[in-house]
């Protein structure tokens, strides 16, 4: 298998976007399709490290991935600098991402209790040890996603940022949040810029994108490297494309029905597979794999939908529908209805 090394500088030069990491959603089959519209960068779900070392079906579950869909970032969780580093070699044994993420900014109370994600910013020595630990044990870039702190008003990311860059991060996700206010509120692009500025390192802005002009927006008022969009491409990964075109002058056009579903049905087509694989591998036989798929497709046909017409009665229906065919006659019938202005 070809690796493709991602030296994270290049990636102001391919395409400044980057998919956010998004337990639930970022997968295999979306993380796919987000790289088909020019996504430059895709990351995974989180991945639990004591999971991995446990080996863990479903840690193991988060690192399928594909040629298509490279570069890709692994993301794990976790305290302990020596054991992520540990996993770290893991990862990067199989041949398959191009950098490992640290999360440094998941508010979830289970990581939080453990002293994981946002936890891990009252503690930016641990910071630095588990960055420092992780960049000695692979070859793969070593970057970190944060938050600008924990609670409202009280920022901790200068101590952060600083910890990762002088350890040998290369290269920081701020969501210009507050851990508290998990992904409610504004994001202060202000403090972005500001750690944009004291850095060298390049620098990812996160959070308040919700349309491409957003996301051009942060570029030029934070002069980040690259932008990370997380809830605004579930459903419309065209986003991606549309920030391309816009960066290069180039006229983008929206897509129609035909597309529309067409890439709805791949997706959903996707992660049948994905279900099905995951099946083979634990030796289950299973045939609810077509039937799971379509009910975790939920969220993101509803997004894919939003705006039609009988898009929540057929929502409703997938708790009821046990077969593709029936999916997909329910999603032909939502596109024929008119969108509601
Ligand atoms: C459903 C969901 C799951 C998320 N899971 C993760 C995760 O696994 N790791 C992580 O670092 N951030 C996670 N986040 C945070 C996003 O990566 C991102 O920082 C946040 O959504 C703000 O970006 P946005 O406004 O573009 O959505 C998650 C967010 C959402 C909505």
């Known amino acids: 298998m070809k690796i493709y090394p991602l030296s994270i500088k290049d990636l102001t030069i391919t395409t400044p976007t980057v998919l956010a990491p998004m337990a639930g959603f970022s997968d295999l089959p979306f993380r796919k399709i987000c790289r088909k519209f020019n996504c430059g960068l895709v990351i995974s779900e989180l991945i639990s490290s004591e999971g991995i070392i446990r080996e863990a079906n479903a840690s193991l579950e988060y690192l399928t991935s594909d ?75 070593v970057t970190l996603k944060t938050r600008i702190g924990l609670k409202d008003g009280f920022p901790l990311i200068n101590e952060v940022a600083n910890a990762v860059e002088s350890n040998g ?27 944009k500025e004291q850095l060298n390192i390049p620098v990812i802005g996160n ?10 927006d942060m570029l030029k008022h934070t002069k980040v490297d690259a932008v990370m969009i997380g809830r605004a491409a579930i459903g419309n990964p065209w986003i991606f494309q549309e920030i391309f075109c816009k ?33 083979r591998r634990k030796n289950k ?25 009988g ?19 329910g999603i032909d019938f939502v596109l024929q209805h008119k969108i509601i202005q």
């Open 311 to 329: 898009v929540h009665k057929l929502s409703a229906k997938l708790d009821r529908v046990n077969n593709l065919k029936d999916v997909i006659e």
């Open 67 to 141: 040629l298509s869909e490279q570069p890709v970032g692994a993301q794990i969780f976790g305290t302990d600098a020596a054991r992520m580093a540990e996993v770290a070699i893991n990862i990067e044994k199989l041949n398959r991402f191009s950098l490992i993420d640290i999360n440094a900014g998941c508010p979830v109370p289970k990581l939080m209790k453990k002293g994981a994600g946002a936890s891990l910013m009252k503690n930016p020595e641990n910071i630095g040890k588990i960055i420092s630990a992780v960049s000695d044990a692979v070859d793969l870039p």
């Open 207 to 216: 959070g308040g994108i919700n349309c491409a002009q957003d996301a051009i």
């Open 247 to 279: 960066l290069n002058n180039l006229s983008f056009i929206h897509p129609n029905n035909e597309q529309r579903r067409e890439i709805i049905i791949y997706h959903l087509n996707e992660l049948i597979n994905k279900f099905k694989n995951s099946c």
């Open 169 to 195: 991060g290369k290269a920081l996700t701020i969501h210009g949040r507050y851990a508290e206010n998990h992904h409610k509120g504004n994001a202060d692009w202000e403090l972005i810029a500001k750690i």
């Open 285 to 309: 036989n299973s045939n609810t794999y077509e039937i799971s798929a379509c009910r975790k497709f939920r969220p993101q046909m509803i997004k894919y939908l939003s705006g039609y017409q």
